[in-house]
């Protein structure tokens, strides 16, 4: 008769989420609760364009016994379309943090400029809602989407960016990007790694190459947004250019199914991967 081994349970790590620091509902404290609830191992909390909500994330992680990745989803642009840019375990939060400050202020610019179109087509708003909405923290559509929601102009979130905000449409307005080059660099320079964020189907290995060379060092593999076939053409790219592999819910609050924090099961094995090339880059730099 043979013994069964005894299995450790699977541990799971989300390494994308939101809080009130940007367009996500829940405080980061909220947040930190939350991935505790999931049974995580470990959660990054990663608001666009702001590690404000960092320092109080990892004070509660500390509290409640998890680990807290300090994070940060930063708007780039190849001079194409957008991409968006994960910064992940950021050592020098305030370097990273100072240098966001201009992209956060003309997101406040570009909320008065979405708020005048919406004038101009008979919507009518106020900015004073939107940025008590925002709460202090990095301003971006999603806030809009709740004052419009609030004021009676749309039923939900998809209304609000079929009619109004998405792109293309007619209040939609282009937010200042960093070029991707120079994203890589402020996030290297703040001792984190770049993970460009749910490349989708857009992430042709072209592209993923010159990143790779511009010294990305990893890529979203799995993301809620993202199709079944995606995943493995992802981890192909990544293991064909030494790239490590990330993932997450993108929670924003609430949510259900995949966009639940751990409703990703992203394994913590990619996470140690993580550590092993932070480690190797800090004993390099
Ligand atoms: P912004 O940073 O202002 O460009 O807003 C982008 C955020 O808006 C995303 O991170 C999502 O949270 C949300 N968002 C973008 N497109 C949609 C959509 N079609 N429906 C609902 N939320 C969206
Ligand atoms: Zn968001
Ligand atoms: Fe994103
Ligand atoms: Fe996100």
């Known amino acids: 008769m043979t013994i069964p081994a005894v299995r450790e349970p699977e541990r ?103 708020v005048e179109k919406l004038a101009a087509i008979g919507v009518a708003i106020s900015y004073e809602d939107v940025l008590a909405e925002s709460g202090g923290g990095a301003i971006g559509r999603p806030h809009i989407a709740r004052v419009l929601i609030a004021n009676g102009h749309v039923r939900d979130f998809r209304e609000a960016f079929d ?4 792109y293309g449409r007619p209040a939609f307005a282009e937010k200042e990007l960093i070029p991707i080059a120079d994203a890589i660099t402020m996030v290297h320079e703040a001792g984190g790694i770049a993970v460009l964020a749910h490349p989708g189907t857009d992430g042709r290995p072209e592209r993923i190459a010159a990143l790779a060379a511009a010294g990305l060092d990893g890529l979203e593999v799995r993301h809620p947004g ?12 990544a293991a064909q250019h030494g790239m490590v592999r990330s993932g997450g819910s993108d929670w924003h609050g609430g949510g259900e199914g995949t966009r639940l924090l751990n409703g990703m099961r992203v394994p913590i094995g990619w996470l140690q991967e993580q550590d092993e090339r932070v480690a190797r880059i800090r004993a390099a730099g």
């Open 226 to 237: 993202h199709a079944m076939d995606v995943e493995p053409r992802l981890t192909r790219l």
């Open 12 to 114: 799971f790590v989300d390494l994308h989420s939101h809080s009130t620091a940007s367009d996500g509902a829940a405080s980061p404290r909220e947040m930190v609760e939350a991935a505790v609830a999931s049974g995580l191992a470990a959660v990054a909390l990663t608001d666009h364009d702001t590690l404000g909500g960092v320092a109080e994330a990892q004070a509660a992680g500390e509290e409640l016994g998890i680990r807290v990745i300090a994070g940060a989803e930063l708007s780039t642009t190849d001079g194409q379309r957008e991409w968006h840019m994960l910064a992940l375990h950021v050592r020098d939060r305030e370097a990273l943090d100072s240098r966001l400050a201009h992209f956060r202020d003309a997101r406040e610019d570009r909320a008065r400029v979405i």
């Open 163 to 166: 009619r109004y905000l998405g």
